[in-house]
């Protein structure tokens, strides 16, 4: 008895129940369709959605926010780790503070920027960058003060400069850990988006979630649900190979 | 149970890994036979993966055997027997978040010994291995010898007739088990108890035996027993005696082409 | 010349900083947008004289609590099962990964739609950030016991509750403490995200409300109020962590 195989049955039994229960519960009218609308309807709005006028629009407002964060976040936060990891004592004295910082959820400090930015893109890029910048300062710093001291004597001894040192010995062997601050900055900065979108805001796929929440359209609603969750699919998807990139010695 | 019948009685048992049909497939034990007397201490040596430790399990029924039957005075073995079989592991078989002392007091614990009795036994045991100063001492608060001090004594509390030790000295430096073997012996000698012991090192098995069983390659099974005829404790001039070379070397000549089949290199050359 | 201790030179920055607000506040702010910390201080007094919003920290921390506990019980059953069954773990472990994959901030408007926009909705979107953490935590510990510590206690003649009892139980604790403090983070985050999306008794009334009236000085004072509770209790997990893993440190 081959138990991978029962493993996937398993899986795919649980899948396929939560999919019955849906069609059934729907159909029966047990649930009314405002809380839950039936397969079909959803699938009709996803499809329909690429023909909506104010669709693109919307993607396009989030995936701006999006990149503007993360770009800020990433030359923000790289430099900060940088300045940071120079000295030991710079290490001692900002890491905890900046860890202690991380532990503290950022989206709190939404209703300020709102306040400062207005309601729209500022104040989602503000936010975005924000949280993001947390994850990519503390993997630099981590990445850069970690690196093993036997390959820096190593270095020394071959009469590397501090420069190469730098550029051929700390950076390729922080590379990893500083690639993978940038994949949790990028997930929480479009994390920290669609929330700020639901939270306030007047454009952004958020945004059209909690429109047709507001107005009831739930099978509307569910599609773009299913779209922003294959959009946040797509990033992690994207940031993932593109961190695998950097990691090419690791892999046997 | 007959009074006549051997400590532990192996006959014809194997053991094989993985699902047939399956390409991991391994046999560990192709057939292994063997009797050990009362009191008598047996070294199982052979290359890696020969199914010595495989073999160990087998006898303190931490597992079946696929094949072949196993019997302990007289009875077969049918699972775990922990008024009869004692184990000592690698160092890591200590409990990290219990001091030496309830270590040691574990065993009895799960055995439903009443607690006077076992802080009283822990307290003998722990004196015998040496450790009395560090009853209250963490695992990770030892070093290496004497966390396997500490595994012996646990061992030695559950006053079982069979100690079946799997490389109990494996993350030992070469200076600690030399030392480690001499104080065994002593522990031992006066201890009549039946022992069986798995090893890398062919001086360690002809300084503690009184046999030792040559394992063949995978699948095992036992190729040889050597028997050493030297009195018990014994001592550091045993370990630079010509005899216990000689032995080694013999051991040696027996494990070379086993060895050297499973590193997959062709059998030497005769006159090499 | 001697470097002062990391800790007070931690301390001297953020007095640093803070000056450079209160400097720049005064000068330059726009007091509709912003203002000095001295403010802000003040702020605090008035706002905890307002029964209102002192009623509302209650009403949030409450949510915060309840939360909290159903994500660790949930989530170490879960957890438990998924890391002791090989069988259990191939069947569940991907599909909890996957859950934990999807930003879950997008079917925020669904909580408020099948719980309502009272403390319901505010703690089953608490749960939901914070079963996953611990589930893997969790899980992770159990999967990590050292296959040699089951034999061992299997040859002393341990049972299925024996072994649980004193080797797996005992193992899982510094996990269970990671898990919570993980579990904490995410449940505040849950929590306070669904607070400020729509409020009715709970803090996010008041941080519209001050938003919406430009009132910096209430709003500074607030969130000041809700990070220092989020830090109080991160602190306390980090703590109990810190306490519970001494024998992690071997």
Redesign the interface.
Known sequence: MN??V??RL??AA??ASIALLWHFATASGRVAP??LPPMPAVGHELSALAADADFWPDLRTTLFELVMAFLLAAAAGTAAGYAVSRTR?AV???E??MA?MY???A??????Y???FGLGPGSKIAIGATIAFFPVALSTITGLSGVNRLYLTAARSMGASSGQTFRLVMLPAALPAILAGLRIGANAA??AI??AE???SFAG??HR??S???S?D?AK?FA??VL??SV??MI?IAVSAAEKRGWKHEQA | MTPAAPAIRVQNVSQTYGAAGDPRRVVALGGASLEIARGEMVCLVGPSGCGKSTLLNLIGGLATPESGNIWIDGEPVRGPQPQKVAFVFQESALFPWRTIQENVELGMEFQGVPVSERASRARESLATAGLSAFASHYPRQLSGGMKQRAQLARALALRTGILLMDEPFAALDEQTRMVFGEELSLLLANAGKTIVLVTHSLTEAVFLADRVAVFSARPGRIKQIVSVDEEHPRRQSFMTSPKLAQLRNELYDLLHDEIRSTMNLPAAEPGQ | MS?PE?AV??LA??ALLLGIWEVAARAFGNPL??CPPSRVVAAFAALFRDADVVEAVYYTSFEILVAFVIAVVIGFALGLAVGLH??TR??MY??ILLLY??????????F???FGIGAVSKIAFGVSHGVFPMIMTVAAGAQSIEPILLRSARSMGANRMQVLRYVVFPHLVPSFFAGMRLAM?AV??GV??AE??VSQAGVGRF??A??QT?Q?AN??AL?GV??AL??TL?ELCRRAELRFSRWCAG
């Open positions: 138990s991978r029962t493993q398993v899986q649980f899948v405002l809380l004592y001692r004295t900002f905890p503070l202690g532990a503290v959820p989206i709190l400090l939404f209703p300020l709102v306040l400062f479009f994390m669609l929330g639901t939270i306030a796929l958020g979630i909690v047709m929440a507001e009831m739930t609603m773009n649900i922003a969750m946040a699919a992690n | 470097r990391p030179a931690r920055v953020i947008f912003i090989r069988f191939g069947a991907p599909v994959a999807m930003p879950q901030v997008t079917i925020l408007p669904l408020v739609v099948v983070t505040l985050l306070l995200v400020l999306y941080t519209s001050f938003t430009f910096p709003l500074f969130i809700l990070a989020a830090i991160n």
